[in-house]
């Protein structure tokens, strides 16, 4: 089992533990075949990590296990997929925005999950 961002999950992923939203609704059960569709409604609930069944990729991709995932962290794969910023004071703001509510999504299903 591994802990990947959402982001980075891939249809035919297999789900390693059930994901809730924020109320506690199953979303998608454990074993779950990902695919485009519901990893478009993952997003939409706002579930920023899942848990795959998987040992074969690189540690690189895997989110930390130990929730050491932090703004640097996030800011980071933020520019990497979508580039610099240059000297737009609205994006730079946007994006920090951005990153703080995904670092705060990312700590509320890390409690779920140990929970």
Not at 1 to 10: G, I, K, N, T
Not at 27 to 54: F, H, P
Request: charged residues 30%; hydrophobic residues 40%.
């Amino acid at each position: 089992m591994r802990r990947l961002s959402l982001v980075e999950a891939q249809p035919d992923m297999i789900l390693a533990s059930d994901i809730v939203n924020d109320q506690q609704m199953l979303l998608l059960k454990k074993g779950a075949a990902l695919n485009d569709k519901n990893i478009k409604m993952l997003k939409s609930w706002g579930v920023a990590v899942v848990e795959i069944e998987s040992e074969s990729d690189s540690a690189s991709d895997t989110v930390p296990s130990d929730g050491g995932m932090d703004g640097d962290d996030i800011a980071k794969r933020i520019e990497e997929r979508f580039g610099p910023l240059g000297d737009d004071e609205v994006m730079r703001e946007i994006r920090r925005v951005a990153t703080d509510i995904i670092v705060n999504r990312f700590h509320q299903q890390d409690a779920v999950n140990a929970g």
